[in-house]
């Protein structure tokens, strides 16, 4: 996928889960927001910047699995057939290990 992401966001491809109820109902990921996900690092931003125009480098590298919040903020994106989010680096609560 050839995008960059601007600042302090991330492309993350989520994992593909899917949520059935105990009756069998299977939910879609839009049923739920502010929803826990899980996914791979597919583009780190530029970074953030201090009020004095200084860099500070992202956490995060290209590969890595996280979980995050899939909230408002977060926006969906269709490149070359991959479908990825752009999700701010404060929505990314953990890396998996």
Do not use: H
Not at 10 to 15: D, R, S
Not at 60 to 67: A, S
């Amino acid at each position: 996928m050839n995008f960059k992401p601007l600042g302090a966001r991330y492309l993350v491809e989520p994992a593909e889960e899917e949520k059935v109820t105990k009756s069998g109902i299977v939910l879609p990921d839009t049923a739920e927001k502010g929803e826990l996900l899980r996914g791979t690092i597919l583009a780190v931003g530029t970074g953030k910047r201090t009020d004095k125009g200084e860099a500070i480098a992202l956490t995060l590298k290209v590969g890595d699995k996280v979980v995050f919040e899939k909230g408002y903020r977060s926006k969906e994106l269709e490149i070359e057939g991959k479908k990825g989010l752009i999700v701010e680096e404060d929505d990314i609560l953990g890396l998996v290990e």
